[in-house]
Nanobody
């Protein structure tokens, strides 16, 4: 009902930058927030950042000051600009959104994930 497609992952050296994108499509009525989680090998999925109502951004302490979340409301697309990347940022990054569909279903929808690897 709601599809999320991420792009922009890859391999980068420590200290480098990447920009992730996530486009939402489908029978969307209302988007309440869009954000990112990540899951490193052998670890639980953790929250990274969220943009609420397209305005208010919040970040996990581990990425604060290095990552920036933004959104293009006209395209239902959310971005994650990641700077000063560290090896511990290596993970699969999942886009997600709290949204209501045209049929009235409200749920959190998830993308398939994109791999980010920080290594020299």
């Amino acid at each position: 009902q709601v599809q999320l497609v991420e792009s922009g992952g890859g391999l980068v050296q420590p200290g480098g930058s990447l920009r992730l994108s996530c486009a939402a499509s489908g029978r969307i009525s209302t988007i309440y927030d869009m954000g990112w989680h990540r899951q490193a090998p052998g670890k639980q999925r953790e929250w990274v950042a969220v943009l609420t109502s397209g305005i208010r951004a919040n970040y996990a302490d581990s990425v604060k000051g290095r990552f920036t979340i933004s959104r293009d409301n006209t395209k239902n697309t959310v971005y994650l600009q990641m700077n000063s990347l560290r090896p511990e940022d290596t993970a699969i990054y999942y886009c997600n959104t709290d949204a209501t569909t045209l049929s009235g279903l409200r749920s959190r929808f998830w993308g398939q994930g994109t791999q980010v690897t920080v290594s020299s």
